[in-house]
């Protein structure tokens, strides 16, 4: 079935999926989620070899879409657990795929596009990317991201991204690990395309064998850290403030904590 929030195009074993709703920044849908899973899980099967993510318009990804904000005061607690599973199931599925991933960044990737767009083996932002972990200003808690962020950035940074929700830029990303390479926009193009290439010139089998030997290492610490992570989501989705942080959100007023 052809996906409806998002471009896939494959060419010589590289897959492009581009998160398609530039109307909205490309924010999260329920259907974006399902579709993005999709596109992961068949890759291997479809014989591609590197995976290419990038976002259309003017930013990367914008985290939930406001529409799904809007309903989570009216769903039930079973909705709540299987929209936290889902996001779990995106980001471990991005994380452990056994080909090369390749985030491009070109604008804004917040919240949970932060997590997709760092989540990529490598991630070449141009100076026009920023990201932030921007839960807490929402009364949310950041959970399944923060498993997988201090995987890479170790406990200290991940506690300043995630406890001030600051925005940053993409050199203090760079200099932190979380992006590869800052590039100017027009110098993007042929960057990506070396990296390709040097990638297809390297081992399949080999390639996909370091992956799945990364993601076991990681496994034991990581399916602790992920049944906690959607203990405390769930629990998040219940409090006083988030619902307040959701109608300020909504109604563009600070929040009354």
């Not at 929209?83 to 991005?94: K, P, W």
């Not at 920023?130 to 959970?143: D, L, S």
């Not at 399916?223 to 959100?249: C, H, K, P, S, V």
Request: aromatic content about 6%; charged content about 20%; hydrophobic content about 50%.
């Amino acid at each position: 079935m052809t996906p409806s929030t998002l471009l896939i195009h494959d060419h010589d074993h590289i897959r492009t999926v581009t998160l398609n709703r530039p109307e909205a920044r490309n924010a999260m849908t329920p259907q974006m989620q399902e579709e993005l899973i999709a596109a992961f899980d068949c890759a291997v099967s479809d014989g591609i070899r590197v995976l290419i993510l990038s976002g259309s318009g003017s930013a990367f990804c914008a985290g939930l879409d406001l529409r799904v904000l809007q309903s989570m005061h009216t769903v039930t607690a079973a909705e709540h657990a299987a929209s936290a599973a889902r996001i779990v199931r995106l980001f471990r599925t991005l994380w452990e795929l056994p080909l090369p991933t390749i985030a491009v960044v070109d604008g804004p990737a917040m919240a949970g596009g932060a997590g997709l767009a760092t989540l990529c083996d490598w991630t070449l932002a141009t100076p026009a990317a920023k990201f932030a972990y921007t839960e807490a200003r929402i009364g949310f808690v950041p959970a399944v991201v923060s498993a997988f962020l201090t995987l890479q950035l170790g406990d200290k940074r991940s506690r300043d991204l995630l406890l001030s929700a600051r925005v940053f830029l993409a050199e203090e990303a760079l200099a932190m690990g979380l992006v590869n390479s800052v590039v100017a926009a027009e110098e993007l193009q042929p960057r990506l395309d070396a990296l390709v290439a040097t990638l297809l010139a390297n081992s399949p089998e080999s390639l996909a064998a370091t992956k799945r030997l990364l993601a076991a290492q990681q496994r034991p610490w990581l399916d602790a850290a992920l049944d906690a992570a959607l203990a405390a989501n769930a629990a998040a989705r219940q409090t006083r403030d988030f619902r307040e942080g959701i109608e300020a959100f909504l109604q563009k007023r600070k929040p009354q904590w």
